[in-house]
């Protein structure tokens, strides 16, 4: 058996400390692949495999978040791997309180504590622990397992311990009168915070969603998805053409073609550095063809060119009706950046019944989804500016319980009547690719 990896905790002075001891029943691990790298999420490679590795960039740091309910002390400690014989100076730091330490290595396979021996929790509510390397720059820092907690304060503490490190899903929900034929769907959105791999989504109904996102620093796009029929979930491949939608027109520049891994369907979007702070506008329409098919086109309000732009339009089967099961949501679906507050304003919907009415949409329920009910409580819903807003993650206490409905004063001022572009009857033949017309 290898010797056991030894390690020297700073507090005031360097004191040579003995291997670390089995978990105690008491103790809680928090493990490694739940962290955030700050300020760059891709900084290090984090997996739930291997937790954090590749961490040699001195100028990030490792960040785990946790909810209290009970203040008191907490012992801190993490674990890591070391190659044998060399060092690495660690601080942890809670709630602005700092402790070192200088761990030496007894191998990749063999495990490491640092010890940081006792903070204090002063209050309830989320608390980040950041670990900082003070190696020189290229220097390992170590790979680190997990975050191991222990004393009064853990109580009833809450981390997410799934290697998902999304922030919640969290969803607006617009009642409609029993019996309603809708057959457009008007709604404006302003995002307010912006980080990468956000999609703002605008107008949801059973078959689609239509909204905007947010894929790099330097791409934005406007997307316009619909659903297929039956019940593949994963490879359109897999699809009968009897049950797939079928692309009826697209506007200039738009990308169309499959999407899967979540239900599949036609997917369409428009590369768009729309501006965060800006209201965007965008309506879906449903026109039933016959008995069981239904044509849903998306359009959204080009900010420069000032008019309504098709971003598609999408032949659907086993149909017939309307727009049901009215939403709007907003989703972090990259989770390196879930820690990340993500807020907008969703306001002034609309729906429009075949005989031109406008009908003003002032009351929605939140909802989430199971990440927002098991993992992350940061998820919110509320009003302001007359408009309702979403947001979610950034570890902000306190939390939206599920199904509360709000309501936002009415504009009373429905939408102008848009120019639409129109759009063929017929689906286009092998129109797939962003250069076919």
Not at 25 to 39: D, K
Not at 276 to 297: L, M, N, R, W
């Amino acid at each position: 058996m290898k010797n056991p990896c030894r390690f020297l905790a700073v507090f005031t002075a360097l004191t040579l400390i003995q291997s670390p001891r089995i978990l105690s029943a008491a103790e809680l691990r928090i493990p490694a692949f739940t962290a955030y790298m700050l300020p760059d999420p891709e900084s290090a490679r984090i997996s739930e495999l291997h937790g954090v590795t590749k961490w040699v960039d001195t100028t990030q740091s490792v960040n785990w978040y946790g909810r209290f309910s009970e203040t008191g002390e907490l012992t801190a400690k993490v674990q890591l791997r070391l190659p044998e014989k060399s060092t690495s100076m660690l601080r942890l730091t809670v709630d602005g309180n700092s402790r070192e330490t200088k761990v030496i290595g007894a191998g990749r396979e063999e495990v490491c504590t640092a010890d940081f021996g006792t903070f204090t929790i002063a209050a309830a509510g989320h608390r980040r622990f950041q670990l900082e390397s003070l190696n020189e720059n290229g220097q390992p820092s170590g790979d680190i397992d997990a975050l191991i907690l222990d004393g009064p304060a853990i109580k009833g503490v809450h981390f997410n311990l799934k290697e998902r490190r999304n922030a919640a899903s969290v969803h607006l929900m617009y009642p409609v009168a029993d019996g309603t034929e809708v057959e457009a769907f008007y709604c404006e959105v302003t995002a307010i915070e912006d980080p990468t791999t956000t999609f703002y989504m605008a107008c949801g109904w059973h078959r689609g969603y239509f909204g905007m996102q947010i894929n790099s620093p330097t791409e934005r796009r406007i997307i316009f998805s619909v659903w297929d029929s039956g019940n593949e979930g994963i490879d359109r491949k897999k699809v009968a053409d009897e049950n797939r939608v079928k692309l009826l027109g697209k506007g200039a520049g738009v990308y169309s073609g499959d999407f899967g891994n979540e239900g599949t369907g036609g997917h369409s979007h428009l590369k768009y550095l729309w501006k965060t702070g800006e209201k965007q506008q965008f309506i879906v329409t449903a026109i039933p063809t016959d008995t069981t098919h239904t044509d849903y086109s998306g359009y959204w309000f080009h900010p420069e060119q000032k008019k309504w732009m098709l971003i598609s339009s999408w032949h659907a089967p086993k149909e017939g009706g309307r727009l049901k099961g009215l939403h709007s949501f907003s989703e972090n679906f990259g989770g390196e950046n879930g820690h990340l507050l993500r807020k907008a304003r969703y306001g002034n919907q609309w729906i429009r019944t075949p005989d031109g009415h406008w009908t003003e949409l002032t009351i929605a329920r939140f909802s989430h989804d199971p990440t927002g009910r098991e993992d992350r409580f940061d998820r919110f819903m509320g009003s302001e500016n007359g408009e309702f807003f979403l947001s979610h993650g950034g570890f902000l206490d306190g939390s939206t319980e599920y199904g509360t409905p709000f309501e936002r004063a009415a504009t009373k001022q429905p939408p102008e009547a848009p120019e639409l572009p129109a759009v063929q009857s017929k689906p286009l033949a092998n129109c797939l690719t962003d250069d076919c017309e």
